[in-house]
T-cell receptor, first 107, second 113 residues
Framework: AQRVTQPEKLLSVFKGAPVELKCNYS??????LFWYVQYSRQRLQLLLR??SRESIKGFTADLNKGETSFHLKKPFAQEEDSAMYYC?????????FGTGTRLQVFP | DTGVSQDPRHKITKRGQNVTFRCDPI?????LYWYRQTLGQGPEFLTYFQNEAQLEKSRLLSDRFSAERPKGSFSTLEIQRTEQGDSAMYLCASSSPVPNIQYFGAGTRLSVL
């Protein structure tokens, strides 16, 4: 079955520390993966997608088909990165989301 | 165009009542999606439209749920005979074929008492 797993509900780091939010997927086909972010009191918004291979707000994510992973990384966390992060997999035209990881960045 | 718009933002209803939510997509987006999100979970797909055609429905969408997009623009999601388990955030998203990126609305939070 198609599935997205985010094993950490909460990740707490201090400002300036590296961050890695884990995402693993199960998909029978060529996956298309996304990271969405939801800041406090804001709507869900796209952070990045794997086919773009871009860095947004210092975040990057590499698709590893061997490990079926799409971990989100940032070398130096900022307080404004505190938010809820969802990994999502496209299945035909719909998105399958993980349960999300809350990132807290302390000053 | 300020993005996907959903109305109302909050809805409180009594069990057994019918409720209807509206979603206005980004103009020029021909695809429209409905998701439901409960506490501690990510959004779960309910249904989606391409223009006015409803192309896929999740098993989550029981007979009490119905969605329409009559003119291929705005969409409505109706829940009949609401149950407490229907309490959730209902999210709408829209996209164009290229790039096929879904943009989300702020959601309608439903509370069934």
């Amino acid at each position: 079955a198609q599935r997205v797993t985010q094993p950490e509900k909460l990740l707490s780091v201090f400002k300036g520390a590296p961050v890695e939010l884990k995402c693993n997927y199960s998909y029978s086909g060529s996956p298309e993966l996304f990271w969405y972010v939801q800041y406090s009191r804001q709507r869900l918004q796209l952070l990045l997608r794997h086919i773009s291979r871009e860095s947004i707000k210092g975040f990057t994510a590499d698709l590893n088909k061997g490990e079926t992973s799409f971990h989100l990384k940032k070398p130096f966390a900022q307080e404004e990165d505190s938010a809820m992060y969802y990994c999502a997999l496209k299945d035909t035209d719909k998105l399958i989301f993980g349960t999300g990881t809350r990132l807290q960045v302390f000053p | 165009d300020t993005g996907v718009s959903q109305d109302p933002r909050h809805k409180i209803t009594k069990r057994g009542q019918n409720v209807t939510f509206r979603c206005d997509p980004i103009s020029e987006h021909n695809r429209l999606y409905w998701y439901r999100q409960t506490l501690g979970q990510g959004p779960e797909f309910l249904t989606y439209f391409q223009n006015e055609a409803q192309l896929e429905k999740s098993r989550l969408l029981s007979d009490r749920f119905s969605a329409e997009r009559p003119k291929g623009s705005f969409s409505t999601l109706e829940i009949q005979r609401t149950e407490q388990g229907d309490s959730a955030m209902y999210l709408c998203a829209s996209s164009s074929p290229v790039p096929n990126i879904q943009y989300f609305g702020a959601g309608t939070r439903l509370s069934v008492l």
